[in-house]
């Protein structure tokens, strides 16, 4: 599909880049906050005398409420007002980094680190959502293009950055500079968000449907805890969870038709008659699966395995960042123009950096592995600015600017349960490989990008089914044109 020009409403153009800016600068903090911890994780070992129970809570927990509250944020700042909204929710994410950054016990990080993320799953709908209230048509290339870039660099940059404020600090300390650089930029967003994002103009008041946001939350905790915790819970009852959410989630399904037929749902399950939303978030929850459980298990193995400092491990992941920031601007552009054939021609390129870094490992099985992968890594990351960024606008292009927060909430509970999913499932290839190769680390690895691989391809498949898709009802509609001509 193509998206069709609109005129422009929402401000200035002058205040609408400022607006995107604040927008930005908050969506590249909060996403990054996912991957960053990563590398400090032996270090917060070291300081805090974490258990890896409690370890593995301080990386998951953040992922669990930034997904539980997405969709109800969006919805939300879609009744009530984003600009109020985004800003609460900044201030949480900023209060709770410095907590974080004072933590003297493992608990006390835990809980920080659990109400962080419920502030990241605040902010983030409400910058789509604005973006989407502040753009209109063709005009979303640009700014979608540059969040697009945002999301791409935050999640592969973390690591490096992580790496090189823990080599300032030291390895001992240096972990609590990983949240505090939250602060100051976190305060600064707020002023200048205070000032230049669009005012709420209050219509009539409309109810956020509690039923449904319980039933959704609680789906979407059934289903996270068993994927984030799969090394943690040993033994097979916690999958037991997952027919669990199925029931809960068709209980949401049942009460938001039902409600719907009275009032204004929490999610308007409509949106899944559009093809593009449909499809365009199967690839996106398939894409992030591979995406994000590439550095979850590269981290591990430059890191444990071939013993690199969180800053080398760090810069080995930068090509990828480097390729995905800058095809991600291009992509916001050409998206208008090409439609879905360029997310089907990233996930390709995507395809064959992870077979080239497959190759390159094969060779080249040691410590000259970060060089050997960058090429190949450049390659996977051009293809992924073009999948993230237009994958994005294509799915929300025919959403309504009055549901854009909640149908971006949906959309990103879909990419962290993905990301949530590919780290379990490439996650137990890995340590399963590793332990049968007697820490064969290479290995392990390159039978772990295979399922990476797995979920791209699948992914791939989706974006040539409504490219052929689109293809037909373009044929219909051309043939039912001429027959009534």
Do not use: C
């Not at 001992?172 to 600064?188: D, K, Q, S």
């Not at 193995?301 to 390729?323: D, E, I, K, W």
């Amino acid at each position: 599909m193509r998206i069709k020009p609109h005129s422009s409403q929402g401000g200035t153009n002058r205040q609408r880049n400022l607006a995107l800016a604040v927008g930005l600068i908050a969506t590249f903090m909060t996403l990054l906050d996912v991957s960053i911890v990563n590398v400090a994780v032996p270090s917060i070992e070291r300081a805090l005398k974490a258990s890896p129970s409690e370890l593995q809570w301080v990386l998951s927990g953040y992922a669990l409420t930034f997904g539980l509250v997405l969709v109800a944020a969006g919805r939300f700042g879609d009744i009530r007002g984003r600009r109020n909204v985004f800003i609460a929710g900044l201030a949480l994410f900023t209060a709770s980094s410095a907590a974080a950054g004072l933590a003297t016990s493992p608990e006390w990080l835990i809980i920080a680190r659990l109400i962080q993320g419920a502030a990241a799953g605040i902010v983030n709908p409400q910058v789509v959502g604005m973006i989407q209230q502040m753009f209109q048509g063709s005009e979303r290339g640009r700014p979608f293009g540059l969040l697009g870039s945002v999301i791409g660099l935050s999640t592969a940059i973390g690591p490096l950055l992580g790496g090189v404020l823990i080599a300032l600090m030291g390895t001992h300390e240096g972990w609590r500079l990983v949240f505090f650089v939250n602060v100051p930029v976190g305060i600064a967003a707020i002023i200048f968000g205070w000032r230049v994002l669009p005012p709420h103009h209050p219509g009539p008041r409309k109810s956020l449907d509690p039923v449904a946001v319980l039933l959704l939350g609680l789906g979407v905790t059934l289903l996270l805890l068993p994927l984030i915790e799969e090394r943690q819970w040993q033994g097979f009852l916690k999958w037991l969870l997952v027919p669990a959410a199925v029931l809960v989630l068709t209980g949401f399904v049942y009460w938001e038709r039902r409600y719907g037929r009275r009032g204004e749902p929490l999610f308007d399950l409509a949106l899944f008659r559009h093809r593009s939303y449909t499809l365009g978030s199967l690839i996106a929850l398939l894409y992030f699966a591979g995406f994000t459980a590439l550095f979850f298990i590269f981290t591990l193995f430059l890191q444990n395995g071939l013993r690199y400092s969180a800053l080398a491990a760090g810069l080995a992941v930068t090509p990828f960042a480097l390729g995905s920031a800058g095809t991600a601007i291009l992509g916001g552009r050409l998206v208008n123009r090409f439609g879905r054939p360029l997310v089907a021609i990233g996930l390709t390129l995507v395809a064959i950096g992870l077979v080239g870094t497959m190759v390159a490992l094969h060779f080249v099985p040691g410590h000259g592995a970060p060089y050997a992968t960058a090429a190949p890594l450049l390659v996977a990351g051009l293809g992924s600015g073009l999948v993230i960024t237009p994958n994005q606008t294509l799915t929300l292009a025919e959403v309504p600017v009055e549901r854009g927060g909640a149908a971006a909430g949906m959309l990103q509970t879909g990419q962290r349960i993905g990301s949530a999913a590919g780290i379990a499932g490439v996650g137990t290839v890995f340590f399963n490989a590793l332990a049968a190769t007697h820490n064969g680390w290479s290995r392990a690895f390159r039978d772990a990008l295979l399922i990476a691989l797995g979920f791209v391809l699948i992914a791939l498949v989706a974006a040539v089914f409504d490219i052929v898709a689109g293809r037909r009802a373009a044929h219909r509609r051309g043939t039912a044109a001429v027959a009534d001509g």
